[in-house]
C-alpha cells in the first residue's frame, strides 16, 4: 500500500511537471506571436508605404479574387437603349399651360404693395429750354475771370531759373548721384546733357532739372527733389528714378 506521504509527494511533482508544460506552451506562443508581428513590421509595412509594392499587391489581390470567384464587370447603363414606355404608376400627368394674361395698358403703371396695386405717376420728359446768351457786358466779365484763372494756373506752375540756391542744389544733385555726373561730363554714350535748371518750392527744397537727349535726340526732363539743408536728394519723376 501506498502510504500518505509518498501520494503527496506524486501528486505534488505532477502538478509541477503540469505547470512547467504550461509555462513551455506560453513561451512558444508567445515566440510565434512576436515572429509573426516583427514579419508584419519587416514585409508587410513597406507594401502599405511603398507606392509600387502596395500596387502590386492590390492588383494580386484583384487577381486572385478574379481566379476564384471570376471577373465582376460594373454595371453600365446605355442611355436610350429602353425605348419602352415607363409602367403607369411611374408617369407624371402633364402641366397644363396657363393663357398669358392681357398686358397691362401702356399708360398705366402699377407697384404691388400690400396686396394692392396702385397706379405709378409718370413724371413728362424734360424739355430743353433754350436760354438768351448774356449781356456783352457779362460777357467781358466771364473772359476777364477765364484770364485770372489762366493767370493763376501759371502761377503754380513751378518756375525754373538758375540762381546762386540753385546752383547750390545743382551741385549736390551731381555730388551724390555719380551717374548724374558722369551723364553731365559726357561718359554716357545713351543720354547726352543739354541744359539744367530748379525751381524753388519753399522750405528750402528745389525741384532740379536736367533736359538730356536720347540717341534719337528725343528731349526728355529729368527732376530730382533736393534739400540742401538736409542733403538729401530724391528722384521726383519716372525718368529720373530710371537712373540708379
Known sequence: MVSAKESGISDESTAIALHEKTLRFYRKRQHVTLALLLFVVVAGLPMITVPKLRQRLISRI???????????NPAVAQIGANVEPLPPEFQKPAVPILPIPNPVPS???????????????????????EVAPPPSDQGEASEE??????ENSTEAEPRYQQGKAEQVAYDLLLKTNAAVAGIVQGSNE??????WDAADRGNETYWVRLKLLSKD???ADYIWQVKPGENLVIPLNYNARTIP
Open 62 to 72: 484583384f487577381t486572385l479574387k478574379a481566379a476564384a470567384f471570376g471577373n465582376l
Open 107 to 129: 399708360d398705366k403703371k402699377y407697384a404691388i404693395s400690400q396686396d394692392k396695386r396702385v397706379p405709378l405717376k409718370i413724371t413728362p420728359r424734360m424739355t430743353r429750354i
Open 145 to 150: 475771370a477765364s484770364a485770372g484763372a489762366s
Open 190 to 195: 545713351s543720354l547726352r546733357y543739354k541744359s
Open 217 to 219: 535726340n528725343s528731349e
